[in-house]
């Protein structure tokens, strides 16, 4: 089935509509009741909408109904609303438009026959064409259906390789950041030990050759030191990445960042050159798990960067519209913005979230322009 539906879908749509119209021309042919002139007009037009059904499909329905009530005809108005059915979700508006397919097939045309026919067999008919309405439409929806959950899988898989990859760089970080303290504990403590005792044999002591030797000790053991402060500093900054003394981001790499959100963002301001690299660090990661909040928990929602100077003060603020579907119920650490809160603090910033009015959500950061 899925095969078949594959090789479906690659048939060009100008083709799909040009099959279609003549499926109805051939019907209109068969069935020909009505071979008056306005009768002619008003089939030929519903059968000839049919190539639009894809750019307008209530439209092309309307086109088709008076085809339905002026001739015995299937294919014209049910293939407009399949159309129709399968592009809306406004569940009111499809049941009016079987209706009125219902109707105008139960009808008889013209319209002095009424009485002719007879009450009975006009609402047998009606109920006739009620199901035979229905039919495509549920068939539609339910194509729509199986559309949305492949694609909300989809997002599902996206979220879960995202979160795996999250968890896997929040482990890796908190791995480098014990290791870096151990190195800063109790290595560099020792080293300092090691350098403050050379020195005090230096020049305690007479002897040349000791003297040489507590000399090149010391001077050894500053040179481990200031090694050690450099590997502290980088396990410290590069816990976010699974690559060894990668660099980390700055405010350079965010509009690539933007741009590889999977999210709809609108990037805006400027930031002076003087902003401090632990500040554009806290920057870049406030706008990353900002859109990585925006992709888990507003499916569909837009959402706009703005960088900001007010005075000695830099920051960035991350808003987003209303989700436009359901939110996915996916497992998190909870532990986003508490990160974020913190980083801010030990810069002397701020960080603000919180929901907006339009329902939305904001996320703020303050920094000073001076942290460092």
Known sequence: MNRARALWERVPAPVVDLVLVVAAAVDLRLNLWDD?????ALATLGCAALAFRRRFPLGVFLLTLPTALTQPVAVA????????AERSRNRPLLALCVTLTAVANATPWPLAGLAEVGRTMTLLTFVYSLATAA???LIAQLLQAHRDLA???VEIEEAREHERALHAQAVLARERAQLAREMHDVVSHQVSLIAVRAGALQVATEDADAKEAARTIRSLSVSTLDELRTMVTLLRASGG??????PQPTLADLRELVE????????????????GTPAQRALYRTV????????KHAP?????????QDGTDVGVTVTNTAPTRPSLSLPGSQHGLAGLRERAEILHGTLESGPTTQGGYRVRLRIPLSAD
């Open 300 to 308: 569909g929602a837009t959402a706009r960067v703005e960088l900001w």
């Open 135 to 137: 039919a495509p439409v």
């Open 288 to 295: 990353q798990e900002a859109l990585t909040n925006v992709r």
């Open 36 to 40: 008056t002139r306005l009768g002619i």
């Open 77 to 84: 108005p049910l293939a407009a609303l399949f159309t129709l």
């Open 241 to 246: 990445h699974a690559t060894e003394l990668t």
């Open 151 to 153: 694609r909300r899988l």
């Open 260 to 275: 590889s959100s999977g999210t709809h963002v609108t990037l805006s301001g400027e930031l002076p050159l003087t902003v």
